[in-house]
């Protein structure tokens, strides 16, 4: 799978024939990847990380992605490195190469939240540690005692949250297999 991008100077701005701006996807992925930096994220990992979501197929190269991102396969090493490690995505093997290719889910954003769940409960732990080494009856204790109360709140509101996003995801699911369904029977 090529991705060719060519510069702004090589072509007009402006949809090609599947609808897709490549000068509008280039300020998407700077400005999402700037948006997750702003947030406590790398900016490289953040910009690989737009980039697979922005492509169809969810899964680039390291070399197509040097090539959409204009940099150095280095940076882009590192930056997948970093994604794979926070399960924002996965390195497979590109079938019948020795390309590895790095592919986003479409559950991802669902991984990430779960994955702070084991946060809230290292925190929460942690917190109960420190409200019995201080006194649950002191100051100290009182606020860290709500803290260690506050995620376990959010963990249960989570659980339940997250169980009405998938209910959610599987009407948006349906009903996109149905447009898919009469827009080939037409």
Same mark, same amino acid.
């Given at each position: ?34 948006? =997750? ?10 910009? +690989? ?30 930056? +997948? ?37 084991? =946060? ?33 709140? =959010? ?32």
């Amino acid at each position: 799978m090529l991705v060719t991008v060519p510069a702004a100077s090589d072509r007009d701005p402006g949809p090609d024939d599947a609808g897709r701006d490549e000068e509008a996807l280039r300020r998407f992925i700077e400005r999402f990847a700037l948006q =997750m930096a702003d947030a406590g994220g790398q900016r490289m990992p953040a910009r +690989v990380f737009a980039a697979l979501l922005a492509t169809d197929s969810g899964a680039l190269t390291a070399a197509e992605l040097a090539e959409l991102l204009q940099v150095s396969p280095a940076a882009v090493s590192g930056a +997948v490195r970093h994604l794979t490690h926070l399960r924002m995505a996965v390195r497979e093997r590109d079938p019948g190469s020795r390309r590895d290719v790095y592919r986003v889910r479409n559950d991802v954003w669902q991984d990430a939240i779960l994955g702070r769940d084991r =946060m809230l409960t290292m925190w929460k732990d942690s917190l109960a540690e420190g409200t019995r080494a201080v006194g649950p009856g002191t100051p100290a204790g009182r606020r860290l005692a709500e803290c260690a109360e506050f995620f376990t709140f =959010m963990q249960d509101e989570l659980a339940a949250l997250m169980d009405r996003w998938r209910e959610h995801r599987d009407k948006l699911r349906a009903g996109d297999d149905k447009l898919r369904a009469g827009d080939n029977g037409a």
